[in-house]
């Protein structure tokens, strides 16, 4: 060890009497930080930033007529929107050139709001409401992270769009509610007023029993008329008692008619609480639904993304098969080129033969010259080189059957996949038919709820008519391909086309019925004859049809050697097969990203309706309750009540006024005309015998059921069920569960949080520079043979280790200082941070020190790994499972994490842990080169030998 400090001592020698080297120090020592603080800086807060995305807003909304009043809910969206800053919108009228910039990408988007869109929303309101659609197109091409942005927004918007027409809706219901409360609640005086004539009256029945008692004891005395006229005299002091009471009972009975009318909206109310009942037991039905959609959407996902990937891997061999006609095309036109050059050869050495023959004759017995003779020899050659090249050319033109044999592999991997696809799509449609079928035994009656699940099935069926029409396309292009006969197939898929467009068809009458247009019925045979259907192509697509596309494939692999004999015919095959896959790729993308669609949309849905019906369930059986003991007390007891009242206002204004008169005409008469004035007294006395105790039983029995609603409150309890707060009311319908959020750990902008994992990526780029451009060896021959490779491992260590401490100060502080970044603990963060870079040197330095410029390569390798099987970005149980499987073997996943402690919070558990684990594996890198450096040495430089040789390498 002492060895080994010596040789750091001799370095730093070395660097004081180099300026220039400490210069290449200084800039080592900051070079990493500015891989760190350029990509914070770039990535800073972009989901701040978002109003320099441009998405155009086309507004066509012609707006609609509500209860006479013009409303266009697209301008008032517009509005809403120019007050809105998340995004760069910008207004124009022009669809065409909106879409013309969006696919050039100077718009990320483009919202159009249709020209019925006022019209759809407000369709709730009459008897035929139709769903509003908003149309978003969006460029995936520009950035991957964009649209998702985009698409945020537009979610945003027609979400704020539901909540408020939710809201409305509420509001409307409610706001009927409190009206009849109101209506009630202000007949509540005359109600008292009632109540309290009916109490008046029943005070003064024993005055009443008096003045019977004095009319009776007077018409039993006639005899003695004179001796009791002065009592009967005395009965008109009652007379202003009697009035008053009466004229209130008047009063009363005028108001009988609001009360009844009052009393009519909670019968009516209770009449139709069996249709409110039935309708909130389907919603449980729809409800139980759910878990079934969602399996039947997750297994469609998986049987589209199963073929997707057949398919594409078919897609993958392509490229070969292409690449082999490209080059044989490039040989034979090579080949032609030589033979048309060996014939134009020809044609001059012909012309040459014949000149020499005229123009060199020889005398008679002379020998021909030796370049006369090569003259002739070669003449005589060109025809059998000429013959050779041709022949050459003949060969080339054609390819053999195994370089087209993975064009047909592919093809039999994308037609199969299209099978087995063709087999999950029956068996998703016949669960959603049974479903239907379900449906349709439980004779459900019209109502708004049934009719959206009547169109969701519909539109289940559209889909998959045309997923078999598509792949009747693709049948019959392979057989032109010449995979044989595919008709078994088409009629197949054919038979289930027309049992499922006869059953669609036959769902426009239900769906009629069940928008109240008729009696709602289901076409049995149709759901029959298509489940049948369905289940014959399920088994028809597991073996049938795939022994039909396999013999086909038989045929044309039986053929392979006739097409690649001919280029022309091999390169059309290839052709061919890639549009089949192509169209194949397209048939199950579209019908993946429908799923995915769905999938997507299910959750929300189904939160949202369960939410909805929970409230309705737990409300409901109150509701009830309160509504029938009121409508039961209007149906049974108010008609007697009024009715009773009726007759005491008929008599107080009828018969009163009449027995009054009496009273004071007898009295006139008892003055004036005794004789008279005895009859009269006789007449009222009659009427106080007969009719009077009717009157008294009918004031004590109104009495009593007013003292009834009195003790139960029933009025009141009534008026406080149907009066509401409707802001607050209706804000907890269109929300009833509101979400507390607590952040722990939090940190203010997405740079801060990505500050971790940028600065662990700058400290091994540190450490990568350092290992390249200081060397581990000992350069210095003077020095040769005084330190062992041990001592050499050692002692060059500590200034790659000092050169660290360096780099990861200077990019910590300027996290702080230049970028202003967040840490809550910013000492520990510069203090990670040297821990960090120290054991990131440590591992580079090794692998260096070890191999070279292999054990470079290496470290670049992990680097690219860390990058991606890090955690540094995505949540690690997100990526593929390689990489989650490779995360706890690698530096980065506890460099990463300690690094975090530092900057939202440090729990001392983790920070030990994290660190604990760092150091573990540089320690046992450490071990392993300070073992190992003797015995990797001479490999080492028996490589860089071999390197060096080729002239290529430092």
């Given at each position: 060890m002492k060895n080994a400090f010596q040789l750091f001592l001799h370095d730093l020698k070395n660097i004081k009497r180099t300026p220039s080297f400490i210069i290449l120090l200084l800039g080592l020592s900051i070079l990493p930080s500015f891989y760190a603080w350029f990509n914070l800086k770039s990535s800073w807060d972009p989901y701040s930033n978002t109003e320099y995305l441009k998405v155009a807003v086309i507004n066509h909304d012609t707006g609609a007529e509500v209860q006479g009043k013009k409303v266009n809910v697209g301008n008032q969206l517009v509005t809403n929107l120019k007050e809105n800053k998340k995004f760069g919108w910008v207004f124009t009228e022009d669809l065409k050139e909106a879409n013309k910039q969006l696919e050039y990408g100077n718009y990320y988007a483009i919202i159009h709001i249709p020209k019925h869109f006022s019209d759809d929303v407000t369709s709730i309101l009459r008897k035929k409401p139709k769903r509003a659609h908003i149309d978003y197109k969006v460029n995936q091409k520009i950035n991957a992270i964009a649209p998702k942005m985009t698409n945020a927004g537009a979610t945003a918007i027609t979400q704020s769009l539901n909540e408020k027409f939710v809201d409305s809706a509420t509001k409307a219901l409610l706001d009927e509610s409190n009206r009849v409360g109101i209506k009630i609640e202000d007949k509540l005086p005359l109600y008292h007023k009632i109540e309290n004539s009916v109490y008046e009256a029943e005070k003064a029945i024993p005055e009443?029993?008096?003045?019977?008692?004095?009319?009776?004891?007077?018409?039993?005395?006639?005899?003695?008329?004179?001796?009791?006229?002065?009592?009967?005299?005395?009965?008109?002091?009652?007379?202003?008692?009697?009035?008053?009471?009466?004229?209130?009972?008047?009063?009363?009975?005028?108001?009988?008619?609001?009360?009844?009318?009052?009393?009519?909206?909670?019968?009516?109310?209770?009449?139709?609480?069996?249709?409110?009942?039935?309708?909130?037991?389907?919603?449980?039905?729809?409800?139980?639904?759910?878990?079934?959609?969602?399996?039947?959407?997750?297994?469609?996902?998986?049987?589209?993304?199963?073929?997707?990937?057949?398919?594409?891997?078919?897609?993958?061999?392509?490229?070969?098969?292409?690449?082999?006609?490209?080059?044989?095309?490039?040989?034979?036109?090579?080949?032609?080129?030589?033979?048309?050059?060996?014939?134009?050869?020809?044609?001059?050495?012909?012309?040459?033969?014949?000149?020499?023959?005229?123009?060199?004759?020889?005398?008679?017995?002379?020998?021909?010259?030796?370049?006369?003779?090569?003259?002739?020899?070669?003449?005589?050659?060109?025809?059998?080189?000429?013959?050779?090249?041709?022949?050459?050319?003949?060969?080339?033109?054609?390819?053999?059957?195994p370089d087209l044999l993975p064009a047909k592999q592919?093809?039999?991997?994308?037609?199969?996949?299209?099978?087995?696809?063709?087999?999950?799509?029956?068996?998703?449609?016949?669960?959603?038919?049974?479903?239907?079928?379900?449906?349709?035994?439980?004779?459900?009656?019209?109502?708004?709820?049934?009719?959206?699940?009547?169109?969701?099935?519909?539109?289940?069926?559209?889909?998959?008519?045309?997923?078999?029409?598509?792949?009747?396309?693709?049948?019959?292009?392979?057989?032109?391909?010449?995979?044989?006969?595919?008709?078994?197939?088409?009629?197949?898929?054919?038979?289930?086309?027309?049992?499922?467009?006869?059953?669609?068809?036959?769902?426009?009458?239900?769906?009629?019925?069940?928008?109240?247009?008729?009696?709602?019925?289901?076409?049995?045979?149709?759901?029959?004859?298509?489940?049948?259907?369905?289940?014959?192509?399920?088994?028809?697509?597991?073996?049938?049809?795939?022994?039909?596309?396999?013999?086909?494939?038989?045929?044309?692999?039986?053929n392979l050697d006739t097409i690649a004999g001919k280029l022309s015919n091999a390169s059309q095959f290839a052709n061919d097969v890639d549009r089949i896959l192509a169209d194949a790729v397209q048939i199950t993308s579209n019908a993946h990203e429908t799923l995915l669609t769905i999938n997507a949309?299910?959750?929300?849905?189904?939160?949202?309706?369960?939410?909805?019906?929970?409230?309705?369930?737990?409300?409901?059986?109150?509701?009830?309750?309160?509504?029938?003991?009121?409508?039961?007390?209007?149906?049974?007891?108010?008609?007697?009540?009024?009715?009773?009242?009726?007759?005491?206002?008929?008599?107080?204004?009828?018969?009163?006024?009449?027995?009054?008169?009496?009273?004071?005409?007898?009295?006139?008469?008892?003055?004036?005309?005794?004789?008279?004035?005895?009859?009269?007294?006789?007449?009222?006395?009659?009427?106080?015998?007969?009719?009077?105790?009717?009157?008294?039983?009918?004031?004590?029995?109104?009495?009593?059921?007013?003292?009834?609603?009195?003790?139960?409150?029933?009025?009141?309890?009534?008026?406080?069920?149907?009066?509401n707060d409707l802001e607050d009311q209706s804000d907890y319908f269109a929300e009833p569960i509101q979400l507390d959020e607590t952040q722990v750990f939090p940190i203010p902008n997405y740079g801060s949080a990505s500050a971790p994992f940028y600065t662990a990526l700058a400290l091994w780029v540190g450490a990568l520079l350092s290992g390249n451009l200081l060397t581990t060896e000992l350069k210095d021959k003077s020095l040769i043979g005084k330190f062992s490779l041990r001592e050499l491992y050692l002692g060059r260590m500590i200034l790659f280790l000092l050169l660290s401490v360096a780099q990861s100060t200077i990019v910590v502080l300027g996290n702080f200082f230049i970028l202003d970044a967040y840490a809550k603990h910013p000492v520990y963060n510069v203090l990670f941070a040297i821990l960090v870079g120290l054991a990131f040197t440590i591992m580079v330095y090794t692998l260096v020190s070890l191999l070279g410029n292999i054990g470079k390569a290496i470290a670049i390798v992990i680097m690219v790994l860390q990058i991606a099987g890090g955690g540094g970005t995505f949540p690690i149980q997100v990526t593929p499972k390689f990489f989650q499987t490779i995360h706890p073997f690698l530096p980065f996943t506890y460099a990463v994490d300690l690094l975090r402690e530092a900057v939202g919070g440090i729990v001392p558990e983790i920070a030990f842990t994290k660190l604990g684990m760092l150091y573990l594996i540089a320690g046992l890198t450490f071990a392993f080169g300070l073992a190992l450096k003797p015995r990797f040495e001479p490999i080492k430089k028996g490589f860089y030998a071999r390197s060096k040789a080729s002239n290529l390498v430092e």
């Amino acid at each position: 060890m002492k060895n080994a400090f010596q040789l750091f001592l001799h370095d730093l020698k070395n660097i004081k009497r180099t300026p220039s080297f400490i210069i290449l120090l200084l800039g080592l020592s900051i070079l990493p930080s500015f891989y760190a603080w350029f990509n914070l800086k770039s990535s800073w807060d972009p989901y701040s930033n978002t109003e320099y995305l441009k998405v155009a807003v086309i507004n066509h909304d012609t707006g609609a007529e509500v209860q006479g009043k013009k409303v266009n809910v697209g301008n008032q969206l517009v509005t809403n929107l120019k007050e809105n800053k998340k995004f760069g919108w910008v207004f124009t009228e022009d669809l065409k050139e909106a879409n013309k910039q969006l696919e050039y990408g100077n718009y990320y988007a483009i919202i159009h709001i249709p020209k019925h869109f006022s019209d759809d929303v407000t369709s709730i309101l009459r008897k035929k409401p139709k769903r509003a659609h908003i149309d978003y197109k969006v460029n995936q091409k520009i950035n991957a992270i964009a649209p998702k942005m985009t698409n945020a927004g537009a979610t945003a918007i027609t979400q704020s769009l539901n909540e408020k027409f939710v809201d409305s809706a509420t509001k409307a219901l409610l706001d009927e509610s409190n009206r009849v409360g109101i209506k009630i609640e202000d007949k509540l005086p005359l109600y008292h007023k009632i109540e309290n004539s009916v109490y008046e009256a029943e005070k003064a029945i024993p005055e009443m029993q008096k003045f019977k008692k004095t009319v009776n004891k007077i018409d039993s005395h006639q005899g003695d008329i004179t001796k009791y006229a002065d009592e009967f005299y005395q009965l008109s002091e009652f007379e202003g008692k009697i009035n008053d009471g009466a004229g209130k009972l008047i009063k009363a009975n005028e108001h009988a008619a609001d009360i009844n009318a009052a009393g009519q909206m909670i019968i009516n109310i209770n009449n139709n609480m069996p249709q409110i009942e039935n309708a909130l037991q389907k919603a449980n039905t729809i409800e139980q639904k759910f878990p079934q959609i969602n399996d039947a959407v997750a297994k469609g996902i998986q049987a589209t993304s199963t073929a997707q990937s057949a398919i594409t891997g078919a897609q993958g061999a392509m490229p070969g098969v292409h690449e082999k006609i490209s080059n044989a095309q490039n040989v034979t036109q090579g080949v032609q080129g030589a033979a048309g050059e060996a014939e134009r050869l020809l044609e001059n050495s012909t012309e040459s033969k014949t000149k020499n023959s005229t123009e060199t004759s020889l005398p008679s017995g002379e020998e021909p010259s030796s370049e006369q003779a090569s003259s002739e020899n070669a003449t005589i050659e060109q025809p059998s080189s000429e013959k050779n090249v041709k022949e050459e050319a003949k060969q080339t033109e054609a390819l053999k059957k195994p370089d087209l044999l993975p064009a047909k592999q592919a093809l039999n991997d994308g037609l199969l996949a299209i099978s087995e696809l063709t087999k999950e799509e029956a068996a998703a449609t016949q669960d959603t038919i049974n479903q239907l079928d379900e449906l349709s035994k439980q004779s459900p009656g019209s109502s708004e709820v049934l009719a959206k699940n009547i169109e969701v099935y519909k539109h289940n069926l559209e889909q998959s008519i045309a997923y078999y029409n598509e792949v009747i396309k693709l049948m019959n292009q392979a057989e032109k391909l010449g995979l044989g006969d595919t008709s078994k197939i088409n009629a197949q898929l054919n038979q289930s086309i027309d049992a499922l467009t006869k059953l669609n068809a036959s769902l426009d009458t239900t769906l009629n019925g069940a928008r109240g247009n008729g009696k709602v019925s289901f076409d049995n045979s149709a759901i029959q004859n298509a489940l049948k259907a369905l289940s014959s192509l399920e088994a028809f697509a597991s073996a049938d049809m795939k022994q039909i596309l396999t013999d086909g494939l038989a045929s044309i692999d039986s053929n392979l050697d006739t097409i690649a004999g001919k280029l022309s015919n091999a390169s059309q095959f290839a052709n061919d097969v890639d549009r089949i896959l192509a169209d194949a790729v397209q048939i199950t993308s579209n019908a993946h990203e429908t799923l995915l669609t769905i999938n997507a949309e299910l959750p929300a849905l189904e939160q949202k309706f369960s939410r909805i019906n929970q409230t309705a369930q737990a409300n409901f059986p109150t509701f009830k309750s309160k509504v029938g003991e009121a409508s039961n007390f209007v149906e049974s007891e108010l008609p007697s009540v009024l009715g009773d009242l009726n007759r005491l206002s008929n008599f107080a204004a009828k018969d009163l006024p009449s027995v009054m008169a009496k009273y004071n005409e007898a009295s006139k008469l008892l003055q004036n005309n005794l004789p008279g004035a005895q009859d009269k007294i006789h007449e009222l006395a009659v009427f106080s015998n007969e009719e009077l105790p009717g009157i008294e039983k009918e004031i004590k029995q109104a009495a009593d059921k007013f003292r009834e609603l009195d003790k139960n409150d029933t009025f009141n309890k009534l008026i406080k069920l149907l009066r509401n707060d409707l802001e607050d009311q209706s804000d907890y319908f269109a929300e009833p569960i509101q979400l507390d959020e607590t952040q722990v750990f939090p940190i203010p902008n997405y740079g801060s949080a990505s500050a971790p994992f940028y600065t662990a990526l700058a400290l091994w780029v540190g450490a990568l520079l350092s290992g390249n451009l200081l060397t581990t060896e000992l350069k210095d021959k003077s020095l040769i043979g005084k330190f062992s490779l041990r001592e050499l491992y050692l002692g060059r260590m500590i200034l790659f280790l000092l050169l660290s401490v360096a780099q990861s100060t200077i990019v910590v502080l300027g996290n702080f200082f230049i970028l202003d970044a967040y840490a809550k603990h910013p000492v520990y963060n510069v203090l990670f941070a040297i821990l960090v870079g120290l054991a990131f040197t440590i591992m580079v330095y090794t692998l260096v020190s070890l191999l070279g410029n292999i054990g470079k390569a290496i470290a670049i390798v992990i680097m690219v790994l860390q990058i991606a099987g890090g955690g540094g970005t995505f949540p690690i149980q997100v990526t593929p499972k390689f990489f989650q499987t490779i995360h706890p073997f690698l530096p980065f996943t506890y460099a990463v994490d300690l690094l975090r402690e530092a900057v939202g919070g440090i729990v001392p558990e983790i920070a030990f842990t994290k660190l604990g684990m760092l150091y573990l594996i540089a320690g046992l890198t450490f071990a392993f080169g300070l073992a190992l450096k003797p015995r990797f040495e001479p490999i080492k430089k028996g490589f860089y030998a071999r390197s060096k040789a080729s002239n290529l390498v430092e």
